[in-house]
Each structure stands twice: as structure tokens, then as C-alpha cells.
């Protein structure tokens, strides 16, 4: 029987995941740390 690949591992093989203290409203929690966060993915994605 064939083994099922993770699909996380397809869509995105180099994911990150971290844990914040952050509720819904992340911008307006800790807009530094988004953007940084959001700086840092787009630099990974090659688009910054």
C-alpha cells in the first residue's frame, strides 16, 4: 500500500511555525513584531 505524503511538506517544504501571545488583532498588538515577521517571509519568498 502506497504511504501519503504530508501535504504541509507539498505546499510549503520550508514552513516555519512559531507560538505568540498575540489574540486576533496581531497588528495592533505587536506591529513590530508582525511586520518583522512579515518582512522575513517575504525576503525568504524572494519578493522583498
Not at 489574540?23 to 511586520?35: I, Q, R, W
Amino acid at each position: 500500500m502506497a504511504r501519503a505524503m504530508p501535504l504541509p511538506a507539498v505546499w510549503a517544504p520550508d514552513v516555519e511555525h512559531r507560538t505568540v501571545g498575540w489574540g486576533h488583532l496581531m497588528a495592533e498588538e505587536a506591529p513590530d513584531e508582525v511586520a518583522k515577521a512579515l518582512r522575513d517571509l517575504l525576503t525568504r519568498a524572494g519578493r522583498s
